[in-house]
């Protein structure tokens, strides 16, 4: 039995470099998932539910039934271990606790895409409080969020290896609330104030995003389970977004602010659920034992080059729309931008001792995905911002009825996550083919909203747009990462994977800053109706180029995974 809780153990994501040596008295600790580096293991272990086909939910160590759970010291339920405990926490929990666990971690999702969709949806509410309608100056409060959510979250993914994936979760949800509870009270101050904190909002769901993949990933062994559990992961991206949009568009009835603080009043609670919810042994760290040491392992020289890098050349792409590419404030930050990106490049590669982007995980197969991700994902962003511009301005459409409009992604989403499972899984459709077809969706989606006539009816164009994108989402991440998972070697897998998350969020944030610049040189000011539809079509048809080039970019990438297979053969 030793021997076989030793294999047991040694096989898990969780097991620590010297699972080997350890006694049965060792792997019968109340320490579940003990390790410095879960996130790159959950991470790896989302990759796609064909990962986990070849291991069965059955082969975890027995369970003593008699096993009862006890308060630890942090007020949350602590698992008193038997001898023959299985190291995974979802297997000791209670249904109803591991419903609410799941749900909280999904809940991660859902508040990110709500934060951003519920924004584009009130963004001419909000800004016709502030008096503001130039539509570069109103991309801010929509880009910002994007930028802080995908420069942050590779940070948060180390945060949350050194202190704790629980810990940094209730911090992000709680930071979260905190700039809500802000951006709602800025309607007593001014237009700054918002988008100030709608930027340091963003923040909180890149800390959540992360560490809810890695407390999924170290609960639950491979199996069916595990891949449903992240199935219903992907699935919240588009329930999300759809719920905060109709909530969103409810509250605003009353007054918009209501929208920020009733978020504050949930993510509050979220935050209270996890810490009584979630298991404080799972996914617990392995702090560095000196001040020294906690600086390396946290890379904070490359953060601090790293972050600014990504904000100041973002920056200079949104503001440009508003300032003019002429002005110092967006030639010197751009500048900048590009100079701290030399400077991080040089100094991860040469002097970083865990830089947070090791580069012997990028290779030629990485390098396709993140380009194909980018330019998806900011087609994405782009298709979001201008369909919902064309309901309201356009047609003139309230945000409840353009929300009920944009509803039938929430379907679309699940049927795409379920068909994305079946591809990668049974039907072992390879994963370029796969990011092929989502590119394929994502410019088609564009192409629809981009030739949309005015007065032609919803069942129509935009009707087919919001059941067609949806599978451009939820089939792109999946496949990505699942490319990425088997592009570098094992102990990047983790990284590898963060990096899918980090390009979703920033490539959504520079699309809008690559569409406003559009945008405002194609409608002649956009003092007429008409003015405005050129604007929005010319930023469609960028997202279409966009798209269009991922597509070349993936049938290129299908070609070279054929002709490497028909070479072994």
């Not at 000791?92 to 909280?104: A, D, Q, T, Y």
């Not at 020289?301 to 300032?323: D, E, K, R």
């Not at 002649?524 to 109706?529: D, S």
Request: glycine share 8%; net charge neutral; aromatic share 10%.
């Amino acid at each position: 039995m030793s021997r076989d809780l030793a294999r047991s153990g040694a096989s898990t994501p969780s097991a620590t470099a010297n699972s080997s040596t350890k006694s049965e008295t060792d792997i019968a600790s109340p320490t579940i998932a003990h390790t410095s580096n879960t996130s790159a293991k959950s991470e790896a272990d989302m990759a796609s539910p064909t990962a986990d086909s070849g291991h069965n939910d059955g082969d975890s160590s027995e369970v003593n039934d008699d096993d009862d759970e006890a308060h630890d010291h942090d007020g949350t339920l602590q698992i008193q271990s038997s001898r023959t405990e299985s190291i995974w926490a979802a297997e000791h929990m209670s249904l109803p606790r591991e419903i609410l666990f799941v749900g909280i971690c999904c809940s991660a999702q859902i508040a990110t895409q709500a934060g951003f969709l519920m924004m584009l949806m009130l963004l001419h509410v909000i800004g016709d409080s502030f008096g503001i309608s130039n539509p570069a100056r109103l991309s801010w409060a929509v880009a910002g969020y994007s930028l802080t959510v995908g420069t942050f979250i590779l940070v948060s993914g180390r945060l949350g290896d050194t202190f704790g994936h629980k810990k940094v979760l209730i911090v992000g949800f709680l930071w979260y609330a905190l700039w809500s509870l802000v951006a709602g009270v800025s309607v007593y101050s001014n237009y700054v104030l918002f988008v100030f904190a709608r930027v340091l909002q963003g923040i909180g769901p890149a800390l959540c995003l992360a560490s809810a993949l890695a407390l999924l990933g170290a609960a639950y062994p491979p199996g069916h389970r595990k891949a449903m559990v992240f199935s219903l992961f992907g699935a919240s991206a588009p329930f999300g977004a759809v719920a905060g949009a109709a909530v969103g568009s409810a509250l605003a009835l009353a007054w918009w602010p209501w929208v920020f603080w009733s978020s504050t009043i949930v993510l509050t609670l979220l935050a209270a659920t996890s810490y009584l919810v979630i298991p404080s042994t799972l996914c617990k760290p392995s702090p560095p034992r000196s001040a020294r040491r906690l600086w390396v392992e946290l890379d904070v020289v490359g953060t601090l080059i790293g972050v600014p890098a990504m904000v100041l050349f973002n920056f200079a792409w949104n503001q440009a729309p508003l300032s003019g590419w002429g002005t110092p404030e967006v030639i010197v930050t751009l500048v900048l931008g590009l100079a701290l990106i030399f400077v991080f490049f040089v100094f991860e590669m040469r002097y970083a001792e865990a830089p947070l982007l090791p580069f012997d995980a990028i290779n030629l197969d990485v390098a396709f995905v993140l380009t194909v991700v980018v330019l998806g994902w900011a087609t994405f962003g782009i298709w979001s911002l201008y369909l919902i511009q064309m309901s309201q301005l356009i047609r003139h459409n309230s945000p409840t009825l353009t929300t009920a409009w944009m509803s039938p992604v929430v379907v679309a989403g699940l049927f795409a996550s379920l068909l994305t499972g079946t591809l990668l899984g049974p039907l072992k459709v390879t994963p370029p083919v796969v990011m092929s077809i989502a590119l394929s969706m994502f410019m088609t989606g564009a192409i629809l909203i981009a030739t949309l006539p005015t007065t032609q009816i919803y069942w129509a164009q935009f009707f087919v747009a919001t059941l067609v994108t949806p599978f451009g989402m939820d089939m792109s991440f999946p496949a990505a990462t699942l490319i990425v998972s088997n592009a570098v070697k094992k102990k990047h897998q983790g990284v590898a994977a963060s990096l899918i998350n980090t390009v979703v969020n920033y490539g959504i944030s520079l699309g809008v800053g690559f569409a406003g610049t559009i945008e405002v040189h194609v409608n002649n000011g956009g003092k007429t109706e008409a003015d405005l539809l050129k604007g929005f079509r010319g930023a469609l048809y960028f997202g279409i180029g966009l798209s269009g080039l991922g597509v070349v970019i993936c049938f290129i990438f299908v070609a070279r995974e054929y002709r490497r297979k028909r070479d072994k053969v």
